[in-house]
């Protein structure tokens, strides 16, 4: 049974600090490309973080560079979205994503973060 569980979402103050997790399970982790995705109410869908399979190699949106750092543990099966400097504009639900090329993704249920004074 594939899964993909976040935690680590909360309230936050505007250049405070979270740091998300997403656990995975039930299928070859080192061999997906894994992403952070976040959702704000009326918006659409955007890719924050990556972290590839194979080099580990990481992009990030130009609205968060700087900023959030994303890593990824092969042997744990996580990959983390450290955030710092957190601003109002970051408040979305946030999603862990892990894809194969050619492949459907799998999405977890997303965590809540909320940055506000």
């Known amino acids: 049974q594939v899964q993909l569980v976040e935690s680590g979402g909360g309230l936050v103050q505007p250049g405070g600090s979270l740091r998300l997790s997403c656990s995975a399970s039930g299928f070859t982790f080192s061999m997906y490309d894994m992403s952070w995705y976040r959702q704000a109410p009326g918006k659409q869908r955007e890719l924050v973080a990556k972290?590839?399979?194979?080099?580990?190699?990481?992009n990030y949106a130009d609205s968060v560079k700087g900023r959030f750092t994303v890593s990824r543990d092969n042997v744990k099966s996580t990959v983390d979205l450290q955030m710092n400097s957190l601003e109002p504009e970051d408040t979305a639900m946030y999603y862990c994503s892990a894809k194969q090329t050619f492949k459907r993704a799998y999405w977890g249920q997303g965590t809540q973060v909320t940055v506000s004074s």
């Open positions: 972290v590839t399979s194979l080099d580990g190699s990481t």
